[in-house]
């Protein structure tokens, strides 16, 4: 029964570049898997009805994803577990970490303009970490590039093979199906209303009565594609695809709700159930009885009403319980977590169990940051959840004196959701807030407001890049204090970071100081 569990679960997030029609892909997997009734046309402003993934006040102003969202729901006999992960430009490291806690990944890409550069860099993490992909090309009910020219390109930017599993007939006002490259069977094209799911009409083989009426003159030609297409291009191959080096590509609209069933058919068939994890231990097998898990991601204020954080913990292994007792490795103490909740989007609801690869919200007064790990007992910590170098920096200024209490209080609880990092130099009363996106600075000033009442604006400062500082001669650290104590600072985590001015004075330090090492990234302990 156990063991049955985990191989149900599927554990998943969505990449895309900012607008491919990821939030709408997400809503129309929610609507297959019935978690929900209604799908928010995500413009569609003026209804008053937000996408349902972006719960976040300013994410329902602007209509991007802002916060990873985490929902579960039911489809066939799988449990599936799905990270909705921010599309916008600026969210980078959120999205990093997200993908931290997956076991594969389903790429959206816009058909008209192909692939982009946040697909890039999202693509080189899961490329790293050996992702096994799914594909999926939107947006064929509008005109998009040749669709054998997009799998090319998809191949030589991204480095990974592709193996289409349908192919579209038409495009545009043109669009008349999708063809089945396996199963030789026609998908006919009628347009599903926003809130429902229509099955579609099939068509048995390319060579019948029906597939002739359908396609009329284009037969010949559409024959004749389909041919070369078969020719050039890969077969699935289910080793390669979880290997990480090769992709099933999916055609498809999710607007039209066309497509799609088919995809997450595939996907709960294909995509590995949850995987083992390292440790500094080695590898924890997913089927282990032992609990453990991690934190990726802290979020603040999911309740305005409440002033709560809720740390999104990823299960590893063992089974969780309510009312049971686990071990904070960090601390060292042992806590009862009875109000542990799992999630769509907004919507919250306690978690009974939780198996290996579900994710589950802890509440957290403080205590908790990301990359914590709990067990049962042990002393492990699992390992690649970094803290990145910011790239920008704003020294934050107060508009009301009297609220200082109030603002490095929301700073220092922002912060520990990881999308922006805080320091406090060591020799001026500032606050520094360090990000790797503008928009992270337009996000915290609202939410300062909105959730903390407190209103702040920025001013320049000229600090070219953050270093962690570590060294194991106590003397040398001593001396470096004193000499540079104009540049340190503490970050939100308690670490000392030193604020290089400008690269040529990073340069020089690093050169001056052998002894000591300057890090771009620190490891989360």
């Known amino acids: 029964m156990f063991e049955k569990e985990i191989e149900k679960r599927r554990t998943f997030a969505i990449i895309s570049h900012p607008d491919a029609g990821k939030t709408t ?234 497509g799609i069933r088919e995809l997450l058919d595939d996907f709960v068939k294909h995509a590995p159930s949850p995987q083992s994890r390292e440790t500094h231990l080695g590898e924890i097998d997913s089927k282990e009885k032992d609990f453990s898990g991690f934190v990726f991601k802290i979020q603040a204020n999911m309740d305005p009403k409440h002033r709560d954080r809720i740390a999104f913990m990823r299960v590893c292994s063992g089974l969780y319980s309510q009312g049971m007792k686990m071990k904070h490795v960090r601390t060292g103490k042992k806590i009862r977590v009875s109000d542990a909740v799992t999630f769509l989007a907004g919507d919250r609801t306690a978690a009974e169990n939780a198996y290996s690869g579900d994710i589950i919200g802890l509440h957290n007064h403080g205590t908790i940051q990301i990359g914590d790990t709990f067990t049962n007992g042990r002393d492990l910590k699992f390992q690649g959840i970094p803290h990145f170098s910011p790239e920008l920096y704003r020294r934050v200024s107060l508009k009301d004196p009297l609220k200082s209490k109030q603002l490095r209080q929301g700073l220092k609880q922002l912060s520990e959701e990881g999308a922006t990092q805080i320091f406090m130099p060591l020799v001026r009363n500032d606050l520094i807030l360090g990000a790797i996106g503008t928009l992270q600075f337009d996000v915290v000033a609202f939410r300062l407001k909105e959730e903390y009442g407190v209103d702040c604006s920025y001013e320049p400062v000229t600090i070219s890049g953050a270093r962690w500082v570590n060294c194991d001669d106590e003397k040398a650290l001593i001396d470096f204090k004193r000499k540079s104590e104009v540049n340190l600072a503490m970050d939100g985590g308690g670490y000392l970071t030193y604020l290089a001015p400008t690269r040529a004075n990073m340069s020089l330090t690093e050169e001056r100081w052998p002894q000591i090492q300057f890090r771009s990234t620190r490891e989360i302990e």
């Open 25 to 258: 892909v997400t809503e129309k997997l929610l609507l297959l898997g019935k978690a929900i009734q209604l799908a928010g046309t995500v413009k569609g402003r003026k209804t008053g009805r937000y996408a349902v993934s972006d719960w976040m006040e300013m994410e329902k102003q602007r209509g991007i994803s802002v916060t990873t969202s985490v929902m579960q729901f039911p489809y066939k006999d799988c449990v599936v577990n799905l990270l909705d992960t921010p599309g916008h430009e600026d969210f980078s490291e959120d999205t990093y970490r997200t993908l931290t806690a997956v076991d594969s990944v389903l790429m959206v890409i816009d058909g008209s303009k192909g692939v982009e550069d946040r697909t890039i860099k999202l693509m080189e993490v899961c490329r790293m970490r050996k992702t096994p992909i799914f594909t999926f090309v939107n947006k064929i009910d509008r005109e998009i590039r040749d669709p054998i020219e997009l799998l090319d390109e998809i191949e030589s930017v991204l480095n990974i093979s592709c193996a289409p599993i349908n192919w579209p007939i038409g495009m545009a006002s043109r669009l008349k199906g999708l063809y089945d490259l396996k199963k030789d069977m026609i998908h006919v094209f009628k347009s599903g209303k926003n809130d429902s799911i229509a099955g579609t009409e099939k068509i048995r083989g390319l060579v019948s009565n029906e597939a002739e009426g359908l396609l009329l003159s284009d037969i010949e030609s559409f024959s004749e594609e389909v041919e070369l297409v078969r020719g050039a291009t890969n077969v699935f191959d289910s080793e390669a695809y979880l290997s990480g080096n090769l992709t099933p590509v999916y055609f498809g609209t999710a607007l039209r709700n066309f």
